[in-house]
């Protein structure tokens, strides 16, 4: 368990729909970060946030957003969903600002079908 | 651009067995670090191996080693005496600098490890 969690584990939904995805960080991690797996793209970055402040951007769409709360949990809000908006989405966490001198502690993933 | 190219989609292994697999990245960093995820059927990433690019030895983490050769910026995973649990896809990893903290993942290796 590395002690980030994320809910819903899986989520079915209609394209046009909007969806939130939720990540509650490991104790004491002030970094998330957002990542969408798809099995043509493999794993992309989205987005990364510090502290409750954007830190980093990715190949994140505009019809995406995200944002990180006072108490450190954050959302992913996906909406005009497509087909192609299917896939695996992990959030993880690192106690510093700086993934490249940190390891990162991954969720266990939400699941999004649209169908 | 910096990428990372695992060049080997899948990969198979008999239990007890060594196996490598391999990993080249492009960079102009001088200092940065190199990762080894493994995402088993749970689906969830975790953190096999990190090795520092200013240290010349070769991390090493039970059955897990890398051979890092900066110079050919290769970054190879040895997995000894294979087990059944080893079964995953393994991801290498590089965090992008100059004003960007995410990871960059190649496409990953399957391996299956056959009793």
């Known amino acids: 368990d590395s002690g980030v969690t994320q809910t819903p584990k899986h989520l079915i939904t209609a394209t046009g729909q909007r969806v939130t995805l939720r990540c509650s960080p490991r104790?004491?991690?002030?970094?998330v970060y957002w990542y969408q797996q798809s099995l043509d793209q493999g794993l992309q970055f989205l987005i990364q946030y510090y502290n409750g402040e954007e830190r980093a951007k990715g190949n994140i769409l505009e019809r995406f957003s995200a944002q990180q709360f006072p108490d450190l949990h954050s959302e992913l809000n996906l909406s005009s969903l497509e087909l192609g908006d299917s896939a695996l989405y992990f959030c993880a966490s690192s106690v510093v600002g700086r993934v490249g001198t940190g390891e990162l502690f991954f969720g266990e993933g939400s699941r999004l079908t649209v169908l | 651009a910096q990428t990372v190219t695992q060049s080997q989609p899948e990969m198979s292994v008999q239990e007890a067995e060594t196996v490598t697999l391999s990993c080249t990245y492009d960079t102009s960093e001088s200092n940065y670090y190199l990762f080894w995820y493994k995402q088993p059927p749970s689906r969830q990433m975790i953190l096999v191996i990190r090795?520092?690019?200013?240290?010349?030895q070769n991390a090493t983490e039970n059955r897990f080693s890398v051979n890092f050769q900066k110079a050919a910026k290769s970054f190879s995973l040895k997995i000894s005496d294979s087990q059944l649990g080893d079964t995953a896809m393994y991801f290498c990893?590089?965090?992008?600098?100059?004003?960007?903290?995410?990871?960059?993942f190649g496409k990953g290796t399957k391996l299956t490890v056959n009793p």
């Open positions: 990893a590089f965090p992008l600098r100059g004003g960007s903290e995410k990871l960059v």
């Open positions: 090795q520092e690019a200013y240290k010349q």
């Open positions: 104790s004491g991690d002030l970094s």
